[in-house]
């Protein structure tokens, strides 16, 4: 099982990322995928979530019309677009799958709910 996370990088205040959470070894089609963060000296935290088929997405408050989580079945690849970036968005970016499951629901955001886990990529937003 591997989740790649990609994408991250240095952006000024305002600016834009896309993330990528390339993924094999499992089928992807039958698990949620999340998007969490982990500020330095801080506890992981979700950022968004995504049923298996691409509905339902879950946004914590604070990205909430900032970021877009998205997913392509044919390519197992699970995406982040985040806009309008602020300072506290700075953290390492981690991609985790839950499942395999039957429900067309992603309300899963806590670390303990999810079985699989990639290494993260790093977002660093500069004022």
């Known amino acids: 099982v591997q989740l790649q996370a990609s994408g991250g990088g240095s952006v000024p205040v305002g600016g834009s990322l896309r993330l990528s959470c390339a993924t094999s070894g499992f089928d992807f089609a039958a698990y949620n995928i999340g998007w969490f963060r982990q500020a330095p000296g801080k506890e992981r935290e979700f950022v968004a979530t995504i049923s298996r088929s691409g509905g339902s997405p879950n946004y914590a408050d604070s990205v909430k019309g900032r970021f877009a989580i998205s997913r392509d079945n044919a390519k197992n690849t699970v995406y982040l677009q985040m806009n309008s970036l602020k300072p506290e968005d700075t953290a390492v970016y981690y991609c985790?799958?839950?499942?395999?499951?039957?429900?067309?629901?992603?309300?899963?955001?806590?670390?303990?709910?999810?079985?699989?886990w990639g290494q993260g990529t790093l977002v660093t937003v500069s004022s």
């Open positions: 985790a799958g839950k499942g395999p499951t039957y429900i067309e629901r992603a309300v899963a955001t806590t670390v303990i709910e999810y079985d699989y």
